[in-house]
């Protein structure tokens, strides 16, 4: 199966600071998403996205699918973005996406 | 904005029991997920469902478990036996393209 790669594993801000999440695949994948869990455990959508670039308010997230990576930007951190945050993706002719492992961000006031 | 639910939030249960996870997909997808999160690890998938049949399941989806859409909303997940290493969160999907999970269930075996 599709090998999936999130750096860095772990990751602390203070708030306001910039950072950037990587996500390597190990193949081809489709149905690229980014996902947020909370500390509450809920998984929270944060993009789809398969190729290209998006931006929702603080956060965006480019995926150069030639190359197999993703990354998801977050700027100006605020103490609510800390969490776990995963990627997920599924092998071309599949909708079933392997999840990496996450980084665990903590964003301290 | 449509969103998947599922009940209960929390399930505890003595080891051997019998549980089932239930979940309502959002109305308009046809593929429907489960998955299981072991505190602290990764998410795993367990099976999708789609035209009422099992499409693909993992390793980890043993003779233990079943799935089940009783009616045209719900999507159950049964545990016949319950283990100790069930323990986990478990996760409900559906999909069109994107994929949008449910708020999850947290079973605890005792």
């Known amino acids: 199966g599709i090998q999936v790669e999130q750096s860095p594993p772990d990751l602390i801000l203070q708030e306001g600071a910039n950072s950037t999440l990587r996500c390597n695949f190990s193949?081809?994948?489709?149905?690229l998403q980014w996902f947020h869990q909370n500390p509450w455990g809920q998984l929270i959508n944060l993009f789809y996205i398969p190729s290209g670039t998006k931006q929702n308010g603080r956060l965006s997230a480019t995926t150069v699918a030639t190359e197999r990576y993703s990354l998801l930007y977050i700027s100006s951190s605020q103490t609510t973005d800390s969490g776990v945050y995963f990627c997920a993706g599924g092998r071309r002719g599949s909708y079933i996406p392997t999840f990496g492992r996450g980084t665990s961000l903590i964003v301290h006031p | 904005e449509p969103e998947v639910t599922q009940t209960p939030s929390h399930q505890v249960t003595q080891m051997g029991q019998e549980v089932i996870l239930r979940c309502v997909p959002i109305?308009?997808?046809?593929?429907f997920y489960w998955y299981r999160q072991i505190l602290g690890q990764k998410v795993e998938f367990l099976v999708s469902f789609y035209n009422n049949e099992i499409s693909e399941k993992s390793e980890i989806f043993d003779d233990q478990f079943s799935v089940e859409r009783p009616d045209g909303s719900n999507f159950t997940l049964k545990i016949r036996s319950t283990k100790l290493e069930d323990s986990a969160m478990y996760f409900c999907?559906?999909?069109?393209?994107?994929?949008?999970f449910g708020p999850g269930t947290r079973l605890t075996v005792l």
């Open positions: 999907a559906s999909t069109a393209d994107e994929q949008f």
């Open positions: 109305s308009n997808h046809l593929y």
């Open positions: 193949d081809s994948v489709n149905n």
